[in-house]
């Protein structure tokens, strides 16, 4: 924000930055983007700053990377609010609002074992259609298990 006192972390030099993350979802972007720490990527991470918009918010600075359209739409799905911003030399280049997709597919497993989608024989890629946004709710296209917040956190391994 424009009138804050002071920066909380230091500015980015090339690469994202995503902002307006509800309070408690950075780490779970992290784990979407599959950003350990290991990659050698300068990361930053901010928890439960004041935000305007939100009250409370989050926001994960990475350098030197860029966002797939699945990491955008699984971004979108637990950060509806986020802004995505790229940084090209210091400055921002591009600002946008994440889009919930309607439809998600081939990005997370259904959590029915016995849905057509986690059967060996015949791979069926997985699709979920986003029925409600906050709070979230996906139903499997092919077996209609509902899917919240909490599933999708088990299904990238982060609960
Ligand atoms: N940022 C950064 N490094 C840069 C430029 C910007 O880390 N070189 C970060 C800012 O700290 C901010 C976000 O990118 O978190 C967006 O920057 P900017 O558009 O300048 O800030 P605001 O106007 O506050 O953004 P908004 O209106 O989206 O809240
Ligand atoms: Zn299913």
């Keep these: 924000m424009s009138n804050k006192k002071e920066l909380i972390i230091s500015k ?18 992290l784990r979407i983007l599959g950003i350990t720490g290991r990659e050698g990527f300068r990361v930053a991470l901010v928890m439960n700053v004041e935000s305007h918009k939100l009250g409370v918010k989050d926001i994960v600075k990475v350098e030197g990377r860029e966002l797939t359209r699945d ?57 979920f259609r986003v029925v409600s946004r906050e709070p979230l709710k996906l139903v499997c296209d092919y077996c209609g298990t509902i899917h919240e917040l909490s599933d999708i956190e088990r299904s990238l391994g982060i609960a």
């Design 12 to 29: 980015i030099r090339d690469g994202i930055v995503i902002d307006h993350i509800p309070a408690g979802r950075a780490l779970l972007v």
């Design 71 to 127: 990491e955008l739409n699984l971004v979108a799905l637990v950060a509806p609010t986020a802004t995505v911003n790229i940084i090209r030399n210091y400055d921002v280049v591009s600002k946008f609002k994440v889009v919930v997709p309607d439809v998600i597919e081939g990005l997370i497993k259904c959590k029915n074992p016995r849905c057509i989608t986690n059967q060996q024989r015949e791979p069926v890629k997985s699709r």
